[in-house]
């Protein structure tokens, strides 16, 4: 049978042109899922091919009509980011053919396959891994079968009834690695900054906020296999811009031993990949972590979330400032600490602009005492975590909420999730802009604080609606410029000593 894929990317309307943002903007690396399922299926003897609208920067089925004119499937992967998109794409294929049958995937399709298929023309869903289902799906579809047997599959038949296959069992880690390396040989030359590979599933933290799939379970391969699978697709990595190699797991670290053993086989090996991933501070303080990885790492995250001990616990993520502090010192003395990217969430629903502050402090504390790149994001709504199961059945946020493109500059949506007033949001953006600007005196060619002012209340609350929220931005500004040539480190408490009138609350990042 022949099968196509397609990855469609996070896209933004611009003036009634879609345009890919966040990640899909930047193409940090191909979408490791697609690739490996077109494996998987050509493995089992069937013709698939990758529509790749990710690499293409676009939603246009319009150069694969011809391919799509004579497939037997069509299969569509989406994350709640893409799911905009992935509508686009659908509505696409079914101008082109009314009765190609569509199977979705991905974590959006999976946590709301009965809306889906009640709302969208859809046939199928792959509720959670596809290795299994999707194979058994095409036997079935080719063979003229039913399809009642095949594992996680979610459909609706003619009369528009819809009915739920129980799931199978979820693939074991010694078998994750034996399915076929995704073929990145196709890949179009330089459009990806790396390549992408996987070497666990899951996570065995259940994050408030957080809404990867498999929480509170972890599978990861064997050191040996994964490494077998890296080195099985090395020679491809030239296709990419920067060389490097995302390891796409939630978080690679989290048997910080097995980790060691990777890189101890790398080094049995003579292999140096580049390698991207994320980690945790608790794995970074593991005994021998941070030396033995430091060669083979090119760019890695630690998710940080909040700057004070009460909002940590209360994410569950089994960290604290100490330990955040603490694993900063340590990447800071193996001179890795410009490689690791410390990222925070603004605005968790409890929180108010007290607790925002104290967490901008907490990390521009770490920029400027232990040079790691702070990344501070504002809280999203986005379905399938604990905070937001919460706001669903408190009848605040819902499925429907996620079809559009733009949902996320959506005013009802970004308030229902982040409680302050337009006023702190704006004196927080004034204040993190300053540091951002002393950032950039230091670290000319490096973005080191990044940060984007949230989109809603740019729009509904401009600026010169709401007065002067911070008046001694300007006075910052002036501060914040050293004399030409000076490199001693920027210290924090420059913000705190700019003359802004001390009856601001939210004066005071560094203070
Ligand atoms: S945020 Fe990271 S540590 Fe927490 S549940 Fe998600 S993947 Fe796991």
């Not at 906020?209 to 391969?221: A, E, I, L």
Request: glycine share 8%; with cysteine; charged share 20%.
């Amino acid at each position: 049978m022949k099968i196509a894929l397609i990855s469609p990317p996070i896209m933004d309307d611009f003036w009634g042109e879609p345009r890919p943002i966040a990640m899909d903007a930047v193409r940090e690396c191909p979408p490791y899922g697609i690739y490996l399922l077109q494996a998987v299926l050509r493995q089992a003897g069937h013709q698939a091919l990758v529509i790749d609208l990710i690499a293409d920067g676009s939603n246009s089925l319009k150069p694969y009509v011809h391919d799509l004119a004579d497939c037997g499937l069509i299969g569509i992967a989406a994350t709640s980011m893409s799911w905009p998109t992935a509508c686009d794409v659908v509505s696409q294929i079914r101008d082109l053919q009314a009765d190609i049958p569509i199977v979705l995937g991905g974590i959006h399709p999976t946590m709301f396959d009965r809306y889906i298929l009640s709302t969208f023309p859809v046939d199928y869903i792959v509720r959670g891994e596809g290795e299994v289902a999707l194979t058994s799906l095409c036997t079935a579809l080719e063979g003229g079968r039913s399809v009642e047997s095949v594992p996680n599959l979610s459909w609706k038949d003619v009369d528009g009834r819809i009915f739920r296959n129980p799931a199978g069992p979820k693939i074991h880690k010694e078998d994750l690695g034996q399915y076929p390396i995704p073929d990145f040989g196709q890949l179009p030359m330089k459009v990806y900054k790396g390549l992408s590979i996987e070497s666990s599933r899951g996570c065995v933290f259940d994050c408030s906020f957080c809404s990867t799939s498999y929480r509170r379970s972890w599978r990861g391969m064997p050191a040996e296999i994964f490494v077998d699978r890296l080195q099985g697709m090395l020679p491809q990595v030239e296709r990419t811009e920067l060389g490097m190699v995302h390891v796409i797991d939630d978080e690679f670290s989290m048997n910080p031993k097995r980790a060691i053993e990777i890189t101890d086989v790398l080094c049995d090996r003579g292999l140096t990949p580049s390698l991207v991933y994320d980690s945790r501070a608790t794995d970074v303080l593991y005994d021998g972590f941070v030396p033995a990885i430091a060669p083979f790492t090119g760019q890695f995250l630690i998710g940080a979330e909040c700057g004070y001990d009460a909002g940590l616990e209360r994410i569950g993520k089994g960290t604290t400032t100490q330990i955040l502090e603490d694993a900063a010192r340590l990447l800071y003395q193996h001179h890795l600490s410009e490689r690791a990217d410390f990222s925070f969430i603004l605005g968790l629903p409890w929180e108010t602009a007290k607790e925002v502050c104290q967490t901008c402090s907490f990390a521009s504390h770490l920029y400027a005492t232990y040079g790691v790149r702070i990344l501070l994001q504002w809280y999203c709504q986005i379905p399938g975590s604990r905070l937001w199961d919460a706001d669903r059945a408190a009848g605040l946020v819902n499925e429907t909420m996620y079809n559009d493109y733009g949902f996320f500059r959506d005013l009802y949506l970004f308030r229902a999730g982040v409680k302050l007033n337009p006023a702190e949001i704006w004196q927080i953006s004034q204040s993190v802009e300053a540091l951002q600007q002393m950032a950039r005196l230091r670290h000319p060619d490096q973005i080191m604080v990044e940060y984007g002012h949230p989109e809603p209340i740019a729009l509904y609350f401009p600026e010169f609606l709401m007065g002067p929220v911070c008046d001694g931005l300007s006075n910052l500004r002036e501060v914040a410029s050293p004399p030409r040539g000076n490199t001693d480190p920027i210290r924090v408490e420059v913000i705190a000593r700019a003359p802004v009138s001390l009856d601001r609350p939210l004066r005071h990042f560094g203070a």
